[in-house]
């Protein structure tokens, strides 16, 4: 490490206890005099004693270091533990806070200014953002608490220590592949729920509609057709329905983009009349809609369960494929991603993209998948009408505006094959 490197690693451990300093000293800055062990020159200086020991340790004189780290920690211990007022008012983030100034200012010292103040950034928008995070905490409930839960297991507890290899029928499974597109998809549907319950219940039915349809357009046009359908309606129902499924188009047309990149652009143009459409109708009815009062929500996605029989599913669509390009070719595939995908429309598009690129051809993959959409919005539109009879008719003629032009599309589309 040269001296330039040394003195800019040492420079970033004083900027991280500057960094996080400052944040505590604002905190704290209403306590009686003589109650706060560390402010922003304390943090300061903590942070350029932990980067002197990190430089030390570089160089090899880690008994030095040792002592640094060790003193220092020593003297924020006493501090804390003999400040006035500790049983009155009892506070583990700025002790915690300082720990990780310590940990931050030694990693830079060691010769990582980058992973440092990267750090650093971090730890002070956690610890300014307390009011928000708190808030957050507070909206949610037993159920939110639950999935985040059951999330964490899907993705942290699972997918490492799965293989990534070709097993199974036809060497059709990758273990770990198959496990992180169920990541990716539960997440993308988690996120959305989060979203929902933050911003939905607050800003209405057109809100709930937007955020709901990227995780679930049938799930939230069920809800707001029988809402319709009730005495409970507030007149922006239809342009929500609209709306979600104008989502759906752009969850579906996201999902291509990350998991079959190949058939991105062959999928947009034909996507692309019934995605103008479906927007076009949605807005129309929102600025003819008054504004009223969010439903409840779709009922939260993430569960264990589904999850494994997601991936079952997946695993099994996976298999058929293999065998339907040796047996019949990118013919069989087509037909087996419609199949697959009249039920479940990411089942499709995960199938697709665990295929070889030779397997089927990127217009007639893409036609496949826009027919799945139709037969997907032809459930939306029975559950429509089902749930709300003729009050639901704009939203039925907006979803099938989108549906007629996606079928022209595909049509267009086959005459180039």
């Known amino acids: 490490m040269s001296w330039g490197w040394q003195a800019l690693s040492v420079a970033t451990a004083l900027a991280c206890g500057l960094l996080i300093g ?34 030390a340790a570089h160089l090899g004189q880690a008994f030095v270091a040792g002592a640094l780290v060790a003193g ?36 830079a010292g060691i010769g990582e ?29 037993r159920d939110d608490v639950k999935a985040l839960a059951r999330y964490a297991v899907i993705a942290g507890a699972v997918l490492p220590f799965l293989p990534n290899g070709a097993y199974g029928p036809l060497g059709a499974w990758n273990p770990q592949k198959l496990w992180l597109v169920v990541v990716l998809v539960t997440g993308f549907s988690f996120l959305g729920y989060v979203a929902n319950r933050i911003f939905g219940e607050r800003n209405g039915t057109i809100a709930t509609a937007l955020i709901g349809g990227a995780y679930s357009s049938t799930a939230v046009t069920q809800s707001l057709a029988q809402r319709l359908g009730s ?23 996201l999902l291509i983009g990350i ?27 929102y600025l003819k809609a008054p504004k009223c009062d ?42 087996l991603l419609l ?23 990127p217009l007639l993959a893409a036609m496949a998948i826009a027919g799945t959409i139709i037969a997907n919005m032809t459930v939306k539109i029975g559950i429509t009408l089902a749930y709300s009879g003729r009050r639901g008719l704009p939203s039925v003629m907006a979803m099938g505006a989108s549906v007629l032009a996606l079928g022209v599309s595909i049509a267009l589309a086959a005459t180039r094959l």
């Open 22 to 55: 400052i944040e505590r000293g604002f905190d704290l800055r209403d306590l009686k005099a003589g109650t706060r062990v560390a402010g922003v020159r304390t943090f300061t200086l903590v942070g350029l004693v932990a980067g002197f020991a990190g430089l």
């Open 72 to 107: 220092t920690v020593a003297v924020l211990a006493i501090g804390y533990a003999h400040r006035p007022g500790l049983a009155k008012e009892p506070d583990a983030t700025t002790p915690i806070a300082s720990l990780a100034t310590v940990a931050l200012g030694f990693t």
């Open 113 to 141: 200014p980058g992973f440092a103040i990267a750090g650093a950034t971090v730890v002070t928008l956690i610890l300014a953002l307390k009011a928000e995070l708190h808030g957050f905490v507070d909206k949610l409930d």
């Open 231 to 253: 005495d409970l309606k507030g007149g922006a129902e239809n342009a929500g329905i609209a709306l979600a499924t104008a989502v759906m188009y752009l969850r579906v047309l």
């Open 259 to 285: 998991l079959a990149t190949r058939v991105l652009v062959p999928f947009a143009l034909i996507l692309l009349p019934a995605l103008v459409v479906a927007w076009g109708a949605g807005l129309w009815l």
């Open 294 to 335: 969010a439903p409840s929500p779709p009922g939260n996605p993430i569960a264990l369960l589904p999850a494994f029989g997601f991936v079952a599913f997946v695993a099994t669509a996976a298999v058929l494929a293999k065998w339907a390009a040796g047996r019949f070719g990118e013919q069989g595939i087509a037909v």
């Open 339 to 361: 199949i697959v995908g009249s039920t479940d429309v990411d089942t499709a598009i995960i199938t697709l993209g665990g295929l070889p690129p030779v397997a089927i051809s």
